[in-house]
T-cell receptor, first 111, second 110 residues
Framework: EADIYQTPRYLVIGTGKKITLECSQT?????MYWYQQDPGMELHLIHY???????EKGDLSSESTVSRIRTEHFPLTLESARPSHTSQYLC??????????FGPGTRLTVL | GQSLEQPSEVTAVEGAIVQINCTYQ??????LSWYQQHDGGAPTFLSY????GLEETGRFSSFLSRSDSYGYLLLQELQMKDSASYFC???????????FGKGTMLLVSP
């Protein structure tokens, strides 16, 4: 069973606040990913990492930033939250190229 | 760029067989994956086709035809718990990232 964790699970915050969504995995996977998913819609890749000190932007333009200082940790930060950032954020990791393990997600609401 | 098309919704009854189709446009890719996502849950990996043909995993099978830019997921002996959204996703060449389709909601009725 995959061991990938996200906190918080739910977050309601006001416009302009800085937030960090946490993602950790205990599987030793090199590759990690952040996706954004609106209800009933597809997953959009916003950031990914191939290992420590490696970060890349994904297909969907995002005002967020990520860091990868440790293999197991891949936090996502929004410097100034806006209502347009309201969505579900899913973190994933993989070792093999063909299977990604997803965390439970963080549902973010920006008022 | 890449794009994938799936039906938005499919309905079936318990015990039946259902096929969820996925057509795609891409300039290059490694393979086609399928993920299941229950409402409010995390996506979970179901199957991956790197080569043309059929891959079977229990009640689920997946098929890929590169020449037709087409794949499908076949679910047999449907159960109520199979009600979920199913996403096809292209494994992109070079970077091991996925591009997802919009998903197909499968509704299984008694």
């Amino acid at each position: 069973e995959a061991d990938i964790y996200q906190t918080p699970r739910y977050l309601v915050i006001g416009t302009g606040k800085k937030i960090t969504l946490e993602c950790s995995q205990t599987m030793g996977h090199d590759k990690m990913y952040w996706y954004q998913q609106d209800p009933g819609m597809e997953l959009h890749l916003i950031h990914y990492s191939y290992g420590v000190n490696s970060t890349e932007k994904g297909d969907l333009s995002s005002e967020s930033t990520v860091s990868r200082i440790r293999t197991e940790h891949f936090p996502l930060t929004l410097e100034s939250a806006r209502p347009s950032h309201t969505s579900q954020y899913l973190c994933a990791s993989s070792r093999a190229y063909n299977e990604q393990f997803f965390g439970p997600g963080t549902r973010l609401t920006v008022l | 760029g890449q794009s994938l098309e799936q039906p938005s919704e499919v309905t079936a009854v318990e015990g039946a067989i259902v096929q969820i189709n996925c057509t795609y446009q891409t300039s290059g890719f490694y393979g086609l994956s399928w993920y299941q996502q229950h409402d409010g849950g995390a996506p979970t990996f179901l199957s991956y086709n790197a080569l043309d043909g059929l891959e079977e995993t229990g009640r689920f099978s997946s098929f890929l035809s590169r020449s037709d830019s087409y794949g499908y997921l076949l679910l047999q002996e449907l159960q109520m718990k199979d009600s979920a959204s199913y996403f096809c996703a292209l494994m992109n060449s070079g970077y091991s990232t996925l591009t997802f389709g919009k998903g197909t909601m499968l509704l299984v009725s008694p």
